[in-house]
C-alpha cells in the first residue's frame, strides 16, 4: 500500500512569487490536513479537507489556501511568499474511524525556501 | 493555557531508563494520538486511542479519560528512541489539537 506522497520535496523560491504543493494521500483515505513547521517549532496546523471541502482552518493569512480533489489528492498554495514562510510543509492523511479522526499518515514534506 | 500540555518538554536520559512523557488536555475529546518525529522530519503515528492502555513493543500509552491525562511510557530505552514525541487530541468538529511536543535523548 503506498503511503502519502508530497511533491516537490524540496524546492526554493523568491519573495513575492508563490508556490503549490501537492499531497496525494493514502488511497482511500479522504481526510487530508496541512502542517507548516518552522526550524526549533512545533507543528503548526494549517487547514483540513475532508471530501474536497475545507472542514477546519488554522491561524494563518488568507495568503494561504487549498483545495481538495474528487480522488482526495490536495494541494496548497502560498502566494506572495515571504521570508518567513520557509519551513517544512507536511501533510497527513487519515480514515474517519467512529466520528473521530483515525490514524494520521504523514508525508515526508516539502521543504521550501524563500530567499 | 493551551488546550493540550506536554511535559517535560526536554527529556535526556541514559540508555536503558523508563521513560515517562505526559500529556494533559483540558477539551472533550474522542481520541488521543502519540506521534514521533526523528530529527529527519519524518512523523510516524504510534498510537491513537480513546480508553485504556496500548502496547507496542517497547512503547506503552496509556489514557485516563476522567483526569483528561495520557502517558507515554517507553521501557529499556535505547539511542535510537531520541525523538520529538508528540501529542495531539481529536476535539469536536473532527479537529486536532497539537501539544509542542517532547524532544527526548537517549545517551548510550
Known amino acids: 500500500k503506498a503511503g502519502v506522497t508530497q511533491t516537490p520535496r524540496y524546492l526554493i523560491k523568491t519573495r513575492g512569487q508563490q508556490v503549490t504543493l501537492s499531497c496525494s494521500p493514502i488511497?482511500?483515505?479522504?481526510?487530508v490536513s496541512w502542517y507548516q513547521q518552522t526550524p526549533g517549532q512545533g507543528l503548526q496546523f494549517l487547514f483540513e479537507?475532508?471530501?474536497?471541502?475545507?472542514?477546519n482552518k488554522g491561524n494563518f493569512p488568507g495568503r494561504f489556501s487549498g483545495r481538495q480533489f474528487s480522488n482526495s489528492r490536495s494541494e496548497m498554495n502560498v502566494s506572495t511568499l515571504e521570508l518567513g514562510d520557509s519551513a517544512l510543509y507536511l501533510c497527513?492523511?487519515?480514515?474517519?474511524?467512529?466520528?473521530?479522526?483515525?490514524?494520521?499518515?504523514f508525508g515526508e514534506g516539502s521543504r521550501l525556501t524563500v530567499l | 493555557k493551551n488546550e493540550v500540555e506536554q511535559s517535560p518538554q526536554n527529556l535526556t536520559a541514559q540508555e536503558g531508563e523508563f521513560i515517562t512523557i505526559n500529556c494533559s488536555y483540558s477539551?472533550?475529546?474522542?481520541?488521543l494520538h502519540w506521534l514521533q518525529q526523528h530529527p529527519g522530519g519524518g512523523i510516524v503515528s504510534l498510537f491513537m486511542?480513546?480508553?485504556?492502555?496500548k502496547k507496542h513493543g517497547r512503547l506503552i500509552a496509556t489514557i485516563n479519560i476522567q483526569e483528561k491525562h495520557s502517558s507515554l511510557h517507553i521501557t529499556a530505552s535505547h539511542p535510537r528512541d531520541s525523538a520529538v514525541y508528540i501529542c495531539?487530541?481529536?476535539?469536536?468538529?473532527?479537529?486536532?489539537?497539537w501539544g509542542a511536543g517532547t524532544k527526548l535523548i537517549i545517551k548510550p
Open positions: 497527513a492523511s487519515s480514515l474517519e474511524v467512529a466520528g473521530s479522526t483515525g490514524e494520521l499518515f
Open positions: 488511497s482511500g483515505h479522504r481526510s
Open positions: 479537507y475532508f471530501s474536497e471541502t475545507q472542514r
Open positions: 486511542l480513546s480508553s485504556g492502555k
Open positions: 477539551v472533550g475529546i474522542s481520541a
Open positions: 495531539a487530541v481529536s476535539g469536536s468538529n473532527y479537529q486536532l489539537i
